[in-house]
């Protein structure tokens, strides 16, 4: 007697005559659509790093302009009301754009005019390492000194300038060639700005020069003093 033969897709998971199931059908394309094509992707990142680069530079901005203490101090290269800030950083920051401004007293530039070594001449200016502490120390002295001024009818100029020497520990304050004031009206004012300047603590500040000249050229605006 014939036996039956089991039909053929047994054992093989799934009859001809079914279809496959879900887990056999794998998605080509991903859901939603078109895939975004290149020059889409490359123009979405360089919108986004533009508009990371544009919030970096504002923050930026917004830092360098805060205000610190009382007077307002702008780091751009205001100062309003300043002779009561140690004018430090500015100085360092920009010797020729600083500008600070008070009621009495405009500074627009502070910069080393020469230094030299000994037996070796002048050395070019731009060449000098800048002196922070004597430059503090004058910005400071003519800021506070605004009343050894005496008064004017027009607006008078004054350029101060400190000779530092290190060899000897001395210091020298006269008047540079830039200033409009008369000299028979800078000398007291002079000697008034001298005792307003710091003492320094030689050992302790560095120098590549034994000789400098240092500058300050300060704005003295038309001013009635009760």
């Known amino acids: 007697m014939r036996t039956e033969q089991p039909p053929r897709w047994l054992g093989r998971g799934i009859p001809p005559s079914q279809p496959s199931p879900s887990y056999l059908r794998i998605p080509l394309k ?21 508009a990371a680069m544009a919030v970096g530079i504002w923050f930026a901005r917004r830092r360098s302009e805060r205000v610190v203490g009382s007077p307002q101090l702008v780091m751009s ?11 430090l950083g500015l100085v360092i ?3 020729e754009t600083l500008t600070i401004r008070t009621d ?14 000994p037996g070796l001449g002048r050395t070019p200016a731009a060449r000098c390492d800048r002196q ?14 605004v ?15 400190l000779e530092i020497n290190h060899k000897t520990r001395t210091t020298r304050l006269f008047a540079g060639k830039s200033g409009s004031l008369t000299r028979t009206k800078v000398k007291p004012v002079l000697e008034c700005i001298q005792q307003s300047l710091a003492s320094a603590d030689w050992e302790q500040i560095p120098h590549e020069h034994s000789r400098y000249v240092i500058g ?10 009760d």
């Not at 922070?132 to 000194?145: M, T, Y």
């Not at 009343?147 to 300038?161: D, H, K, L, W």
């Not at 300050?216 to 003093?225: S, T």
């Open 30 to 50: 991903p859901p939603g659509g078109k895939k975004p094509s290149n020059p889409v992707i490359v123009a979405i990142l360089s919108l986004t790093i533009v």
């Open 104 to 117: 009495q007293v405009i500074i627009e530039k502070v910069w080393v005019d020469s230094c030299q070594r």
């Open 216 to 225: 300050v050229l300060a704005k003295y605006p038309v001013q009635k003093r």
């Open 77 to 87: 290269g205001l100062v309003q009301g300043a002779a009561s800030i140690d004018p």
């Open 93 to 95: 920051a920009s010797s």
């Open 147 to 161: 009343n050894c001024v005496p008064e004017q009818r027009r607006e008078e100029s004054i350029s101060f300038a």
């Open 132 to 145: 922070p502490f004597f430059e503090r120390s004058l910005v400071k002295a003519v800021l506070q000194g």
